[in-house]
Structures are given as structure tokens and as C-alpha cells.
């Protein structure tokens, strides 16, 4: 690559320094992101792009929101980190504002997606054996085709996608999948030692699959019916982007544990939490599970003030309102580059006609247009922007969507 300029050098040198240095774990796209703000990021070279992929969902509040920002810098100059070694004046109200947001009892706090989602197996199986009465070590979880819920060695086990599983076993046994969206197939796979149905209400790294109407009371029904807990994996799904507080409540269904993460830490720090009632969350015990900055206090104030502002609901309806100007500008595009889109509150899966290219194609045409969006399984482009992003920066968007399909 030759440079032109001296920035350019400077863009390039911090890829190449990131493809010599870190892991090719990833394999992002040619963008070098230096500032946000909103719904708004600015490369090294000072152009912006608007981000229409919010860091997967974990910036639902915008790029350094003022509210988030003051939360943490009040609290960072005051106590980081104790440790739950001892109590910390944060997590405390941080749990029971939570908790009262889920309509449940208690939260277990962890720091990323995927620990929660391993907490939550913990949970399940501890609560299978102590509540349920499964017999030691024969505690099974029920999960869906095509789920994502992290990268540890025992998720990736129950993942179906080659890409995520493929030369990292041997994988924990005692997962049981069925079709995503198929509630019968649920009742069928569930006996007398199944402890937990595991979905994702919506599938999000799937390509944002919806399930169809009626999914999700049936799971809850069949649930109930047959002792089994039902744990909604609302990490991506959850806090606003649907248009609702979790996706959940697109069906009135309150699952038994909730869990949650990416918006959760405002997009300033990792926090994810396990959210259910004493009866299930209550089964574990002390020195049975934990983590070093698990409930820490900077993470608490930063996620008290995100559920301060996901209780006004004002998130939840914007999120309602756009997802609703979005899906009609994009449903304009099917058959014109577009072979179909699936809406759910501001969160679109677009899936891309061959004829254009792939999504990764789409996704590079678009950044030299100004916006940034995130290609998943070939053909679909996932759109998730901040729930702050405006009306006119939607169709501003969609616009540009349209004219890269045009070719
Ligand atoms: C992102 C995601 C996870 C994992 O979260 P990490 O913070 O990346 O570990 C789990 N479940 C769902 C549904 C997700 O979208």
C-alpha cells in the first residue's frame, strides 16, 4: 500500500500494527474508528460515519451518552474495584433497581455476555438438582438451531455453527437442540431431567430471526407445565432495541431468568447480569461462583443509571417508533437488491441479493459512504443503530443502502 498523506500513513500503520500484533480472531472492516459521539463516529482522518451496528447492540445509548459519562466519572475519581471479597456501596442499588426493572427478586453480576450465559447454566443445573430433584450429574438444557450465546469452550459446544465449534473440543455434554421457533419440538425433547430451555428471544447474530407469533407464550406455557426454567438470553435482544424493554415482552411473557448484557454497561465497560427470583437464584451458594470485578462498583453506577434511564421508557418508545420508519424505508428495498428484511424495534436483518455481492461487499460499499453496518452468514447486513440515532439519519442511511445496491 503506498500512502498519500500523512494521516493516511497513520491509518495504516495502526492496521498493519493491529494484523501483526493481535489475534486474527476477527476480521474487521477498513475502518479506523478515533472518536464517537451519538450515534456518530470519526475515523483518523476526521471523516464520520454514521454506526449503524452500535457495537452489537451495547451502545443502544449512543456513543458517550452525558448521563452514562457522568455516572462513570463520578465514580471512577471515588472506588473502581473491591472485589466481592467485601460489600461496595453500589451494587446494592445497582441489583434492586435492576432486579425491579426485570420484575424479579435477585441479580447475579458478571462482566461479559458469555459468563452470564454461563452463570445461567450454573444456575440451572444447581437448581435442577437442589429444586427440580434431577438425578447427579444428568441435568440437561434444551437449546435452539442457530444460537448464538458466546465464545467459552461449553457455548461453542452447543453452537451448531461449524465456523464457532469446529477444532474446540472435546465440548461439555448435556445440551439437547431443537429448531428455533418450533415449540413443539421443545415439548418433545424435554424429560424428566431437563432443567432449562435456553433461547434467544429474537436470534440475533443469526441475522435477526424472529420467531414466529406465539413462539415465545408457548415456551413459556410449556415451561411451567413440565417444571422446566425458561432463561431468555436478552443480552443483544434486551434493554430497549425492540422497542421494548426486553424482547419478551413482544408476547407479555416474563421468562424465568433473564440475562443480559452488552447495553447493560452503557457502553463504557462490560457488565452482564443473571436476573431471576430467590426460588431459582437463590439455589447458589457462597464460594460456588463468582468473578473478580463481577458487581464492581464502577460497573454498578454505570449500570444503575442505565436502568434509571430505561425506566422512563423513553428509550423503549423511540426505539418503537423508529424501528417502525425504518422497516417501512427498508421493506422499499426488497427486490431491488434486497431479497428480504426482518424488523424487530430498530434492529433489521437485511439479507442481500447474490446478484449485488455478499454482505461483507455491501457493508465495505457503504463505509465509503459514511456508514458503518456489519455483515453476518454471507448475505445478511445487520442494522442496530443507537436508540438515539434520528429519523432523517435513518433515511439518510437507507438512502445510501439504496444507491450502493444500485451498483
Ligand atoms: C453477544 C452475545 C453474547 C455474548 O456476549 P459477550 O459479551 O460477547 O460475551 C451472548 N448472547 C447473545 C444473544 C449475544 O448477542
Not at 415451561?223 to 419478551?248: P, W, Y
Not at 473478580?292 to 430505561?310: D, I, K, S, Y
Not at 426488497?334 to 449485488?356: E, H, Q, S
Amino acid at each position: 500500500m503506498t500512502a498519500t498523506s500523512g494521516v493516511d500513513t497513520a491509518m495504516i500503520r495502526v492496521i498493519a500494527d493491529e494484523h501483526e500484533h493481535v489475534a486474527h480472531n476477527y476480521h474487521p472492516l477498513p475502518v479506523v474508528i478515533s472518536r464517537g459521539e451519538g450515534a456518530w463516529v470519526t475515523d483518523v482522518e476526521g471523516k464520520r460515519y454514521l454506526d449503524l451496528l452500535s457495537a452489537y447492540s451495547a451502545l443502544n445509548f449512543g456513543h458517550g451518552h452525558p448521563a452514562l459519562l457522568a455516572a462513570a466519572q463520578e465514580q471512577l475519581t471515588r472506588l473502581t474495584l473491591t472485589s466481592r471479597a467485601y460489600h461496595n456501596d453500589r451494587l446494592g442499588p445497582f441489583a434492586a433497581a435492576l432486579a425491579d426493572l426485570c420484575g424479579k427478586d435477585m441479580v447475579l453480576p458478571m462482566n461479559t455476555g458469555a459468563e452470564a450465559v454461563e452463570t445461567g447454566i450454573k444456575v440451572a443445573r444447581a437448581w435442577g438438582y437442589r429444586v427440580k430433584g434431577i438425578a447427579p450429574d444428568a441435568a440437561t438444557v434444551v437449546v435452539a438451531t442457530g444460537n448464538f450465546h458466546g465464545r467459552t469452550t461449553t457455548i461453542v459446544g452447543f453452537s451448531d455453527d461449524p465456523q464457532a465449534r469446529d477444532g474446540f473440543g472435546p465440548f461439555a455434554p448435556g445440551f439437547v437442540h431443537v429448531p428455533f421457533g418450533d415449540a413443539a419440538a421443545i415439548e418433545a425433547a424435554i424429560d424428566a431431567n431437563t432443567a432449562a430451555v435456553l433461547i434467544e428471544p429474537i436470534q440475533g447474530e443469526a441475522g435477526v430471526i424472529l420467531p414466529p407469533e406465539g413462539y415465545l407464550r408457548a415456551v413459556r406455557e410449556i415451561c411451567t407445565k413440565n417444571d422446566v426454567l425458561f432463561i431468555a438470553d436478552e443480552i443483544q435482544s434486551g434493554l430497549g432495541r425492540v422497542g421494548e424493554t426486553f424482547a419478551c415482552d413482544r408476547e407479555g411473557v416474563v421468562p424465568d431468568v433473564y440475562l443480559l448484557g452488552k447495553a447493560l454497561g452503557g457502553g463504557i465497560l462490560p457488565l452482564s447480569a443473571v436476573v431471576a427470583d430467590e426460588a431459582v437464584l437463590g439455589v447458589i451458594r457462597p464460594g460456588e461462583h463468582g468473578s473478580t470485578f463481577g458487581g464492581n462498583p464502577l460497573a454498578c453506577a454505570v449500570g444503575l443509571r442505565v436502568v434509571e434511564m430505561l425506566r422512563t421508557g423513553e428509550f423503549q418508545t423511540r426505539a418503537k417508533a423508529l424501528g417502525e420508519h425504518l422497516e417501512a424505508r427498508l421493506a422499499a428495498l426488497v427486490g431491488n437488491g434486497v431479497t428480504a428484511v426482518r424488523v424487530a424495534g430498530l434492529w433489521a436483518g437485511v439479507d442481500i441479493d447474490p446478484a449485488v455481492g455478499t454482505g461483507r461487499d455491501v457493508a465495505e460499499r457503504l463505509i465509503a459512504r459514511g456508514v458503518l453496518v456489519k455483515d453476518t452468514h454471507g448475505q445478511t447486513i445487520r442494522i442496530a443503530p443507537p436508540l438515539v440515532v434520528r429519523a432523517t439519519e435513518l433515511d439518510w442511511a437507507v438512502e445510501q443502502l439504496r444507491v450502493v445496491l444500485a451498483g
